[in-house]
Nanobody, 122 residues
Framework: QVQLVESGGGLVKAGGSLRLSCAASGFTFSTYAGGWFRQAPGKEREFVAAINWSGDTTNYADSVKGRFTISRDNARNTVYLQMNSLKPEDTAVYYC???????????????WGQGTQVTVSS
């Protein structure tokens, strides 16, 4: 079975940091781009960050540039999202995904995790 499982979410104060992990099973994640998306209550799912299969190309939403860093460890079949300087507007359920390229379009990703909640208090 193809599965992606996010972990690392939680409650943090504004200005704090969290690291999210996305562990893949049932397929070789290293052959796919990895993406992070998020969805806040009442809002559309939005792109956060993406990384290509080798880890040498990354893309970020303007809202998180300079604060978030996406990385991957292909030996561990895992993609990470380091989130620093968190703001209340970062509060959302964060989803990881596997796709054909590090692009900001959700419909280009074919496999999704179930999400992990990130809550940032003011």
């Amino acid at each position: 079975q193809v599965q992606l499982v996010e972990s690392g979410g939680g409650l943090v104060k504004a200005g704090g940091s969290l690291r999210l992990s996305c562990a893949a099973s049932g397929f070789t994640f290293s052959t796919y781009a990895g993406g992070w998306f998020r969805q806040a209550p009442g809002k559309e799912r939005e792109f956060v960050a993406a990384i290509n299969w080798s880890g040498d190309t990354t893309n970020y939403a303007d809202s998180v540039k300079g604060r978030f860093t996406i990385s991957r460890d292909n030996a561990r079949n895992t993609v990470y999202l380091q989130m620093n300087s968190l703001k209340p507007e970062d509060t959302a359920v964060y989803y990881c995904a596997a796709g054909g390229g590090p692009r900001p379009y959700a419909d280009e990703y074919g496999s999704w995790g179930q999400g992990t909640q990130v809550t940032v208090s003011s």
